[in-house]
């Protein structure tokens, strides 16, 4: 792992100076996501029998925060297109194999809303829908399309993979925030998806060994999230002490490094987020030595990793208020990072799985009360 860290550090100068470009262009150009898979990114995750790196979930989001910290889009782009080997996982092994043959660096790109209709044919599915928020989805290997089986089975949801060729682009990504996510809406109407390249996220029976795909999908994948919102409080702190450095606010004759209440904020701020990065490590760690056991994994457990990553996000996101509030108007401005970084962060609290009555659910499994845990 510490090649990868090596190398995306490597990267960050060039990632950082191509903020604009990225926002711009609505999706990571094309010689960027390569300039990632050649640092390792996508193998991050992937079985060593397969070519990859096989790291440890903590050292994996070590690398998501550390580019996210370059560039919000760019860090969540690559947190989706990682999750290839803990997606692809829950396949038979045959698929799994043949997926990984021509080596690891696989990117996926997808849903979790099942906003699709599968119904059963000889061998597998007939497949129609459209899927919003399908991050990466222009250089992806396979799409994940989450479907509702037709035929009254139970539960009645699947996944289905499918690759970039049955499936066609709609341009929907006009947004406010990780605008640079290429986060487009996907169609596909009426593909065959063979059986073996379908599985149930509900009862998921892993078609590969290992730790990754013992931790609940929605705890792997809720920790991620939190590391790329971390990553960008980081990066918000960054871009706030650069410019205190020079700026001089208006009717003062000193720079804002200088004023007291600025001191005040920006030191409570980084403690802020030193806790934040402690609880998260301290989550990650005890999911994945527990994942490493083969312990089973509680509803109080899977309650408390929800928790912690949606607090964990929340809170990043109120770090990178106070900086862009400390920068003043300069804040403002298109070509001050600052302002990418609130409504990038802001982009992560509004996603499903941290919402703020994760709480609430959180709460109920916590006191025994009745609770529907299908999405712990």
Known sequence: MDDTLDAVRALVPEIVGRGDEIEQARRIPTDLVEALVEAGCFRSLVPRSHGG??????????????????????????????????????????TFDAMYAAGPDVIV?????????????????????????????QHADWIIAHCFVDDGRQPPLRMMVLPPDEVEIKDTWWVSGLCGTGSHDFLVDGAFVPDDHSFSILEPQPGVEGPLWRIPELSSTTLMTAAVAVGIAQGALDDIVALAT???????????????????????????????????????????????????????????????????????????????????????????????????????????????????????????????????
Not at 77 to 89: H, R
Not at 109 to 137: I, L
Request: hydrophobic share 40%; with cysteine; net charge negative.
């Open 246 to 376: 020079d700026k001089v606010p208006a009717f003062t004759d000193s720079t804002l490094a200088t004023n007291p209440l600025f001191q005040n904020q920006l030191g409570e701020a980084d403690a802020t987020l030193r806790a934040v990065e402690a609880a998260l490590d301290a989550e990650a760690e005890e999911a994945w030595a527990v994942g490493t056991t083969g312990s089973p994994f509680s509803d109080e457990h899977r309650a408390r990793v929800r928790g912690t990553t949606t607090w964990v996000t929340r809170t990043a996101a109120s770090i990178v208020d106070v900086a862009y509030s400390a920068g003043g108007g300069s804040s403002l401005y298109a070509s001050n990072p600052l302002q990418r970084r609130l409504r990038d962060v802001r982009a992560l609290t509004q996603h499903f799985s941290m919402k703020p009555d994760v709480f609430t659910l959180v709460g109920a499994v916590l006191t025994g009360q009745a609770a529907d845990t299908s999405f712990l």
């Open 53 to 94: 790196s096989e790291v440890g979930v903590p050292d994996h989001l070590q690398m998501l925060s550390e580019l996210a910290a370059a560039d919000g889009s760019v860090g969540w782009t690559a947190m989706i297109g990682c999750l290839a080997p803990l997606i692809l996982g829950f396949l038979p092994r045959p």
């Open 109 to 137: 790109a997808g849903t979790f809303n099942p906003k699709g209709v599968a119904t059963p044919v000889d061998g597998g599915f007939r497949v129609s829908g459209q899927w919003p928020f399908a991050s990466g989805c």
